[in-house]
């Protein structure tokens, strides 16, 4: 199944100690890139989601964004900077000694000054968060895929909309071919003759001649090619594997048949069809920059 490279999703999952809430949204980019916005705390668990992801993206820029919560009460410790304390009570019986005032001798005195007592957090650990992780990014990846599947769907229509197009472009083209042929091997033939009127002149020269020129505005092999491309285009679309490379590569040859064709069909009305067809042909190249 097809699948667009841009789309979004999001999955929760919580228990007692955590709940966490992943948003993932991807866009357009020739290899896989993915990109983490959560809490430095739980970079650890980067690595983890990033295999998981890998499992159901395979190109396009992805955004991670983790929203986390811990609802585990923590321990705390109390930590006192003993040298500090000292210092600053030196300080102060210096400062007593020099203002002839009472030493400072009440603790709590001491306590109060800055950076001397702090409460820290005790050592985290997130025993059982990774489960969660898994969980939430297991149903964000889920809801994501079924976005790029259906925006896929309709790209897939689409390519099968403007190929119906082209091969009647190129059907209407091939139709054209012998007339082409015929116009300017006539030409050929009145040019050589006027030319060559005065002199004497190997008539068969001129056929051998006229014929080689005139197969050289033949595209007719161009036009067998084209239509075997636009065979392989649909047999890729029904392809359970990602087809953006693929398809991207067949629109290269298209274009190459289509450019070959331009500059040996000397027809107006050959040439505007050519012209509509590379309309096409772009157009399906943009879309397919979108394909997984």
Known sequence: MLKSMTGFGAGTAEDESYRVLIELKSVNQRYLEVGFHM???IDAFAEGMKKKIKEYVSRGKLDVNVSFTDKRDRAQSIRVDKNLAIAYHKALNDLSDELHLPRPDDVLQIASFPDIIKAEDAEETFEGLEEILASAMEQALKNLTRMRE????NLKQDFLDRLDRMEVMVGKIAELSPQIVAAYRERLQKTLSELL????????????ETAIYSDRVNFTE???RLKSHFMQFRKILESDEPV???LDF???EMNREINTTASKANNA???QIVVDVKSEIEKLRE???NLE
């Open 39 to 41: 809490p430095h705390k």
């Open 150 to 153: 259906e925006e896929g769907a």
């Open 197 to 208: 009127a005065e002199e004497e002149i190997d008539q068969n020269r001129i056929i051998q």
């Open 222 to 224: 161009e036009m067998v």
């Open 244 to 246: 953006g490379r693929k």
């Open 250 to 252: 067949l629109i290269q």
């Open 269 to 271: 009305e050959a040439a």
């Open 287 to 289: 879309q397919i920059q």
